[in-house]
């Protein structure tokens, strides 16, 4: 089992990313990371997280090569981030009733996503949805609370991905 190592850098949204030997930069979530992390409040969650599977845009680039299992996003995508919603931190089809995420992005940043498994077995209302590790923006601005690398370091990641590895985000020093 293969694992990814995260470390933010001390009082920044941005960190490391280190995997099999290699070290690449990131962005993190704007407030840090968190070992309490509860929706909207901008912070990477501390923890180790099953890679689930891999998302992308079929028109802006091949089918990653990995192992993990992937998925093309389609226009009507979405994640769910209502708490109160029976399928909060589920994928759902847009238009949606209840508030939900865009899968399908004009900016770059869910070119191509890996669903982490933060908070969906149990999934537990207002722990926090759509924790991904995606693509960053060209300034490494913070995120939401996802862990963004460029796209090609992103790639380059998956092509070694299998079942079975993880994500470890280290809670700040």
Known sequence: MGLIEVRARAGEA???VTWRGRTYACALGSTGITADKHEGDGATPAGTFSLRWVLYRADRGT????????RAIERHDGWCDSPGDP???RPIALPYPASAEAMWREDGLYDVVVVLGHNDDPVVPGAGSAVFLHCVKPDYAPTEGCVALTKADLLEILRDARPGDEIRIELNA
């Open 87 to 89: 399928a909060y931190n």
């Open 63 to 70: 089918k990653p090569q990995t192992k993990l299992e992937v």
């Open 14 to 16: 941005t960190g490391t």
